[in-house]
């Protein structure tokens, strides 16, 4: 109900006292608590703790709990424990700061038992000295509860961030994820109950902001032949998976004004499967929260849901061990050594041990990949990707763990998920790759997240608006498909792609219209019709207010810059780009983009100051050394962009891009024996980059090697086989050769 008031935990267990029971104690309950005795597990009897030379230490003040540490000034001092923030397998706690902010201390404590390696205080960032100055020391951007936590760890959470005075006033109903936080405001069901107002209006659906009723009536019979369970009546939303999905997904907010039961990508931007997060099969490398992994997995596309496993109000698993799958799976058939070839009882006898893995995050938490995939040591063998089986054999190898599962079974299980492939393909540009990626967009079997991962990485290779990818993702019935048929335009000329995206301007989900918004951006609106032309500039406004909803953070100011800057407002681009970097100083895209801002308009001069500047806070960011590097060689400086460029090349050779840039600068200052090598040096590791070897061929041309020109232009001519430039330059060359 869209008038409804929240009323809290108490009013809810004065008729729910069984699910209040449940709720209390669970990790839903304790997410986060006021310092006291009876919430503070830490040891705060004169406890110290040695990190990077920084001697932190532990102490009570009266019935204030109190660390003694380096502040935003690197010098020790004195602060109180406001909050506790979680409880198993570790305690955070968050101190209060000038502004409204909480932040999270860097040092936790381990709340396993002794045993276990517990009970003790351990840094977040093992071995690594994190200053003052860095946007992960605990009083640093990076470590602010009122942005990076306090949504998903309190109910009716509102960050209420002032721009203007850079303050906060955050204020929550409840300062736990309670009852409200998953069902939605309560007053209307209250109402209903005790038969006050108009409750009688509200009898349709008992005054509930949205019914998570998903498994009432449902039976999961199991197949006597295959030993699976069919869910009857099938599942008919995902009402259930998107509330968890709010806080159990990796995503970005962009919308404050939460209504439960509408689509998750209304509020948030969830990630995609990208190489940062997760594997190119999809397992989880990156923290992801549950949710983008679970979609993957065959079990979310037959119907089950996370209160399927979980009991939702104590979040325990139904059962004990085995018998969580066992609910839907022939426990003769599976849980037993023919299945799973492991001595019963033994860790490789449990199910989740192979199908969900676990990978640990913040040094202690070990998580279970929810994709809940069959084993394949054999993708490990090709890409590289982990296995189960070789995360318990760690002294075996992928090959070995291939062998064993064909020996066992006769043959290479190949699971659900068939896209490991094809991603990974895309994201190093192999021979094929945007074929394999449009192949898994045209394949409805696959995961819509998969498929979503592949539409956007087609921007890469700059499809047609025209491409029967895009047009198939703009007409998806997943969300997220349809987001990243946006997404893979994103290169392409904004005129060219506007027909296509048009539908999705007026998309049913935010996430959808801001992408097309931001896509189209600098799109002039006489080129499109009155009513499009509406929603091209309601959608925009739906974009520009998300950013000004995360005003408290850098990267939201420099969306804003480059979205003015694509409307041609340069001052505007200008003032947002400069208060990204007043945010954070350290913050490198930013500089990066101001000092593109500044090109443009030929004021190289104000931007080498901000790139010197941020060099100075972020010496180790090789994009501040590339992009003051080819500032330089604008200027015709060449000695010194010569060493910024290599400084880049070498500071991050896994990025191909720094080394071509590196290469033609030698080139152009008359050192092409260096660009060379140090082309053919990069290809090794990046065999497969399009600029390096169209370089590396032109170069060799120059030198007079024309066989080994001949070599890499081949190679061109594999990854693109119809591209006439390309074919022209084959041409050339073997006249050359021949001559």
Same mark, same amino acid.
């Given at each position: 109900?869209?008038?409804?008031?929240?009323?809290?935990?108490?009013?809810?267990?004065?008729?729910?006292?069984?699910?209040?029971?449940?709720?209390?104690?669970?990790?839903?309950?304790?997410?986060?608590?006021?310092?006291?005795?009876?919430?503070?597990?830490?040891?705060?009897?004169?406890?110290?703790?040695?990190?990077?030379?920084?001697?932190?230490?532990?102490?009570?003040?009266?019935?204030?709990?109190?660390?003694?540490?380096?502040?935003?000034?690197?010098?020790?001092?004195?602060?109180?424990?406001?909050?506790?923030?979680?409880?198993?397998?570790?305690?955070?706690?968050?101190?209060?700061?000038?502004?409204?902010?909480?932040?999270?201390?860097?040092?936790?404590?381990?709340?396993?038992?002794?045993?276990?390696?517990?009970?003790?205080?351990?840094?977040?960032?093992?071995?690594?000295?994190?200053?003052?100055?860095?946007?992960?020391?605990?009083?640093?951007?990076?470590?602010?509860?009122?942005?990076?936590?306090?949504?998903?760890?309190?109910?009716?959470?509102?960050?209420?961030?002032?721009?203007?005075?850079?303050?906060?006033?955050?204020?929550?109903?409840?300062?736990?994820?309670?009852?409200?936080?998953?069902?939605?405001?309560?007053?209307?069901?209250?109402?209903?109950?005790?038969?006050?107002?108009?409750?009688?209006?509200?009898?349709?659906?008992?005054?509930?902001?949205?019914?998570?009723?998903?498994?009432?009536?449902?039976?999961?019979?199991?197949?006597?032949?295959?030993?699976?369970?069919?869910?009857?009546?099938?599942?008919?939303?995902?009402?259930?998976?998107?509330?968890?999905?709010?806080?159990?997904?990796?995503?970005?907010?962009?919308?404050?004004?939460?209504?439960? %039961?509408?689509?998750?990508?209304?509020?948030?931007?969830?990630?995609?499967?990208?190489?940062?997060?997760?594997?190119?099969?999809?397992?989880?490398?990156?923290?992801?929260?549950?949710?983008?992994?679970?979609?993957?997995?065959?079990?979310?596309?037959?119907?089950?849901?996370?209160?399927?496993?979980?009991?939702?109000?104590?979040?325990?698993?139904?059962?004990?061990?085995?018998?969580?799958?066992?609910?839907?799976?022939?426990?003769?058939?599976?849980?037993?050594?023919?299945?799973?070839?492991?001595?019963?009882?033994?860790?490789?006898?449990?199910?989740?041990?192979?199908?969900?893995?676990?990978?640990?995050?913040?040094?202690?938490?070990?998580?279970?990949?929810?994709?809940?995939?069959?084993?394949?040591?054999?993708?490990?063998?090709?890409?590289?990707?982990?296995?189960?089986?070789?995360?318990?054999?760690?002294?075996?190898?992928?090959?070995?763990?291939?062998?064993?599962?064909?020996?066992?079974?006769?043959?290479?299980?190949?699971?659900?998920?068939?896209?490991?492939?094809?991603?990974?393909?895309?994201?190093?540009?192999?021979?094929?790759?945007?074929?394999?990626?449009? %192949?898994?967009?045209?394949?409805?079997?696959?995961?819509?997240?998969?498929?979503?991962?592949?539409?956007?990485?087609?921007?890469?290779?700059?499809?047609?608006?025209?491409?029967?990818?895009?047009?198939?993702?703009?007409?998806?019935?997943?969300?997220?498909?349809?987001?990243?048929?946006?997404?893979?335009?994103?290169?392409?000329?904004?005129?060219?792609?506007?027909?296509?995206?048009?539908?999705?301007?007026?998309?049913?989900?935010?996430?959808?219209?801001?992408?097309?918004?931001?896509?189209?951006?600098?799109?002039?609106?006489?080129?499109?019709?009155?009513?499009?032309?509406?929603?091209?500039?309601?959608?925009?406004?739906?974009?520009?207010?998300?950013?000004?909803?995360?005003?408290?953070?850098?990267?939201?100011?420099?969306?804003?810059?480059?979205?003015?800057?694509?409307?041609?407002?340069?001052?505007?681009?200008?003032?947002?780009?400069?208060?990204?970097?007043?945010?954070?100083?350290?913050?490198?895209?930013?500089?990066?983009?101001?000092?593109?801002?500044?090109?443009?308009?030929?004021?190289?001069?104000?931007?080498?100051?901000?790139?010197?500047?941020?060099?100075?806070?972020?010496?180790?960011?090789?994009?501040?050394?590339?992009?003051?590097?080819?500032?330089?060689?604008?200027?015709?400086?060449?000695?010194?962009?010569?060493?910024?460029?290599?400084?880049?090349?070498?500071?991050?050779?896994?990025?191909?891009?720094?080394?071509?840039?590196?290469?033609?600068?030698?080139?152009?200052?008359?050192?092409?024996?260096?660009?060379?090598?140090?082309?053919?040096?990069?290809?090794?590791?990046?065999?497969?980059?399009?600029?390096?070897?169209?370089?590396?061929?032109?170069?060799?041309?120059?030198?007079?090697?024309?066989?080994?020109?001949?070599?890499?232009?081949?190679?061109?001519?594999?990854?693109?086989?119809?591209?006439?430039?390309?074919?022209?330059?084959?041409?050339?060359?073997?006249?050359?050769?021949?001559?």
């Amino acid at each position: 109900m869209l008038d409804a008031k929240f009323v809290g935990a108490a009013e809810c267990a004065s008729c729910h006292q069984h699910e209040n029971q449940l709720w209390r104690g669970s990790h839903h309950q304790l997410a986060m608590q006021p310092a006291a005795n009876s919430t503070v597990l830490g040891d705060f009897n004169h406890a110290s703790f040695d990190n990077g030379g920084v001697k932190s230490s532990f102490f009570r003040d009266g019935s204030k709990f109190m660390v003694r540490t380096d502040g935003p000034d690197g010098a020790l001092h004195d602060y109180a424990i406001g909050y506790t923030f979680g409880v198993y397998p570790l305690q955070q706690y968050l101190i209060a700061m000038p502004g409204g902010r909480l932040q999270a201390l860097g040092i936790a404590w381990d709340t396993r038992p002794r045993e276990s390696g517990g009970q003790r205080w351990f840094s977040l960032y093992p071995g690594q000295k994190i200053t003052a100055r860095d946007s992960r020391h605990w009083t640093g951007i990076d470590q602010n509860w009122n942005y990076m936590c306090a949504d998903c760890h309190s109910t009716n959470l509102r960050k209420n961030y002032d721009a203007g005075s850079r303050t906060f006033s955050t204020s929550y109903s409840e300062i736990d994820v309670s009852c409200e936080a998953c069902h939605g405001p309560g007053s209307s069901h209250v109402a209903w109950a005790k038969k006050q107002g108009d409750w009688q209006t509200l009898s349709a659906n008992e005054g509930l902001t949205i019914a998570l009723d998903e498994r009432k009536g449902v039976a999961w019979p199991i197949d006597r032949a295959s030993g699976n369970a069919r869910r009857s009546p099938a599942r008919q939303s995902e009402r259930e998976i998107e509330t968890c999905a709010r806080c159990h997904a990796r995503r970005g907010e962009i919308h404050e004004d939460y209504v439960h %039961g509408q689509p998750v990508g209304d509020d948030y931007r969830v990630a995609l499967l990208d190489e940062d997060h997760y594997f190119p099969d999809g397992q989880i490398k990156e923290e992801d929260y549950e949710y983008g992994s679970f979609s993957e997995s065959k079990m979310f596309h037959a119907g089950v849901t996370c209160s399927d496993c979980h009991e939702p109000h104590s979040s325990r698993l139904r059962a004990q061990g085995n018998g969580v799958c066992a609910q839907c799976h022939s426990a003769q058939k599976y849980d037993s050594a023919a299945h799973h070839f492991h001595k019963a009882g033994s860790a490789g006898a449990r199910c989740v041990e192979c199908h969900m893995p676990t990978r640990t995050y913040m040094v202690v938490d070990a998580r279970r990949d929810h994709s809940i995939r069959i084993p394949r040591p054999d993708l490990s063998v090709k890409l590289g990707t982990p296995n189960a089986c070789t995360n318990c054999h760690a002294d075996k190898p992928a090959q070995w763990a291939s062998d064993s599962v064909n020996k066992w079974y006769g043959h290479t299980p190949d699971g659900f998920q068939h896209f490991a492939e094809a991603l990974k393909a895309g994201s190093v540009g192999a021979p094929s790759a945007q074929q394999s990626l449009e %192949g898994l967009v045209a394949d409805l079997e696959q995961p819509a997240i998969a498929r979503a991962t592949a539409l956007s990485m087609l921007a890469t290779f700059v499809p047609s608006a025209t491409d029967a990818a895009v047009h198939a993702g703009v007409r998806d019935d997943w969300s997220l498909v349809r987001r990243a048929s946006a997404h893979a335009l994103s290169n392409t000329d904004p005129a060219a792609s506007s027909n296509t995206l048009i539908p999705l301007l007026s998309d049913p989900v935010r996430s959808v219209r801001i992408e097309a918004a931001e896509v189209l951006a600098g799109l002039p609106a006489n080129n499109l019709p009155a009513d499009v032309g509406a929603a091209f500039s309601r959608a925009t406004d739906e974009y520009i207010s998300a950013q000004k909803l995360n005003a408290d953070r850098p990267e939201a100011h420099m969306n804003l810059g480059l979205l003015y800057a694509k409307e041609n407002h340069l001052d505007k681009a200008e003032a947002e780009l400069r208060t990204a970097l007043s945010i954070d100083p350290s913050f490198a895209p930013g500089a990066v983009n101001l000092a593109d801002l500044y090109r443009v308009q030929n004021r190289d001069d104000e931007g080498e100051r901000v790139l010197k500047d941020a060099l100075s806070r972020s010496p180790e960011d090789p994009s501040l050394d590339e992009a003051l590097g080819l500032l330089m060689v604008r200027q015709k400086r060449g000695a010194q962009a010569l060493e910024l460029l290599g400084d880049a090349a070498r500071g991050e050779p896994d990025n191909a891009r720094y080394a071509y840039v590196y290469a033609v600068a030698l080139n152009d200052t008359g050192k092409t024996p260096a660009a060379i090598d140090t082309l053919e040096s990069s290809i090794k590791a990046h065999p497969y980059d399009r600029d390096s070897l169209a370089a590396l061929v032109n170069f060799l041309e120059q030198s007079g090697d024309l066989s080994k020109a001949l070599t890499y232009a081949n190679r061109l001519e594999e990854l693109e086989p119809n591209n006439p430039e390309i074919r022209e330059m084959l041409k050339q060359l073997r006249e050359h050769s021949h001559g």
